[in-house]
């Protein structure tokens, strides 16, 4: 204790406590209080770096491109198109997350983390849109063509008839 004496006196402040007294738990913890609002300050929920955002892109690639619940149900996007679909639905996303807090930036790391889940919510909405699109894109052709070789074999006689006539 001899040494923290002149520590303290040169730092305003009373020695420390020997670490199993009464009185070391309070000011833990109040150091640790004072060190946590210290920080608060500098946590920014909102917007994302954009090494988030570069994250949130290569897992909307590989959702897209490899075998996951989404490619499963609506088929799989080629690698390259699947990047340049994920860029855009994160972009889009972002920008619509991003009107929604105005131009100031989220005044409490609540209010942050409402726009990040609003972010969220918008990249799953757009990325099942465009899953849903692309497989009703995919599907019209190939009814398109079933329904003409329909149309085709509806009109046209049969091969055998056809071998008839030219004779």
Same mark, same amino acid.
Do not use: H
């Given at each position: 204790? $001899?040494? %923290?004496a002149?520590n !303290? #006196?040169?730092?305003?402040?009373q020695?420390?406590p020997?670490?199993?007294s009464a009185?070391?738990?309070?000011? #833990?913890?109040?150091a640790?209080a +004072?060190a946590a609002?210290?920080?608060?300050?500098?946590?920014s929920?909102?917007?994302?770096?954009q090494r988030?955002? %570069?994250?949130?892109?290569r897992?909307?690639?590989?959702?897209l491109?490899?075998?996951s619940?989404? =490619?499963?149900?609506y088929g799989? *996007? /080629?690698e390259?198109?699947?990047?340049?679909?994920?860029a855009? *639905?994160e972009?889009?996303?972002?920008?619509a997350? =991003? &009107?929604? *807090? $105005? !131009?100031?930036?989220? !005044?409490?790391?609540e209010?942050g983390?409402e726009?990040?889940?609003?972010?969220s919510? &918008?990249? =799953?909405r757009?990325?099942?849109e465009? $899953?849903?699109?692309r497989a009703?894109a995919?599907?019209?052709? !190939?009814? %398109?063509s #079933?329904q003409?070789? +329909?149309d085709? =074999?509806a009109?046209? /006689?049969?091969?055998?008839e056809?071998?008839a006539? &030219?004779?």
């Amino acid at each position: 204790m $001899a040494e %923290d004496a002149p520590n !303290a #006196a040169a730092e305003g402040s009373q020695p420390a406590p020997p670490e199993g007294s009464a009185d070391a738990a309070p000011l #833990a913890a109040a150091a640790g209080a +004072k060190a946590a609002e210290a920080l608060l300050p500098s946590l920014s929920i909102w917007p994302p770096s954009q090494r988030t955002r %570069d994250a949130v892109v290569r897992r909307l690639v590989q959702t897209l491109a490899a075998p996951s619940v989404l =490619s499963q149900r609506y088929g799989a *996007v /080629p690698e390259p198109e699947a990047e340049r679909a994920a860029a855009a *639905v994160e972009a889009e996303a972002f920008a619509a997350a =991003s &009107e929604s *807090v $105005a !131009a100031a930036s989220p !005044a409490s790391v609540e209010e942050g983390i409402e726009v990040l889940q609003a972010y969220s919510k &918008e990249v =799953s909405r757009r990325l099942l849109e465009l $899953a849903k699109s692309r497989a009703a894109a995919a599907a019209a052709p !190939a009814e %398109d063509s #079933a329904q003409e070789s +329909k149309d085709s =074999s509806a009109t046209a /006689p049969p091969p055998a008839e056809v071998a008839a006539s &030219e004779e």
